[in-house]
């Protein structure tokens, strides 16, 4: 989802505290680039924990600002531009479209609040079965729960590591570097008209 479907950008939500210099960059690595954060992601700890952890290495005057971040990171949602039109066109064919996500377990509440998940066919977040991508298990158990043929898929991350594990696992994969264009040339030299 992020930085495929919507933009996921800590400077940006960040903005919403006014956060500059030391103080942003205290809550960039503390926060976003924390392990936490990916423990979140993979499901075993909750926010509430990760706030636990996370707060005592922050200056008090940060508390707020980190807390706001980790309960709702995804304000302002910010679609890539040109994406939702791309996915319009591609269900208008007749395309199913799928959602992978690393993600924590409040992401559907975030994703219900993209305009691009109204187009979705399934979603499999992370969080939900306790596996993070590139983790060959977590491609395995997304292609068994939408009972999807891997020869069929066609894998879009906009982390080249997560794409390699989608190719391991038989799926034909696109690296996405925020150029529609360039994803839809892709995915027509794919045979994805």
Known sequence: MGNVLVRFDPELFMDRYSLTGEDRKLIRNEVFRSVEWTMLDRGVIDEEIAEQRILPRLPEHLHDA????????????????????????????????????????????????????????????????????????????????????????????????????????????????MDVPALAESLRALGVE
């Open 66 to 177: 980190a807390r706001g971040l980790i309960e709702k990171w995804d304000d302002p949602i910010v679609p890539v531009e040109g994406m939702l039109e791309l996915l319009q066109a591609l269900k208008a064919k007749g395309y199913r479209l799928y959602l992978l996500s690393n993600a924590a377990t409040r992401q559907p509440i975030y994703w219900a609040r993209a305009e691009a998940s109204k187009l979705m066919d399934g979603a499999l977040i992370s969080a939900e079965v306790k596996l993070l991508k590139p983790d060959p298990q977590i491609y395995r158990t997304f292609l068994h729960k939408f009972d999807l043929r891997p020869e069929e898929c066609v894998f879009i991350d906009d982390t080249p590591i997560n794409v390699e594990g989608a190719l391991y696992e038989n799926m034909a994969g696109i690296v996405f570097n």
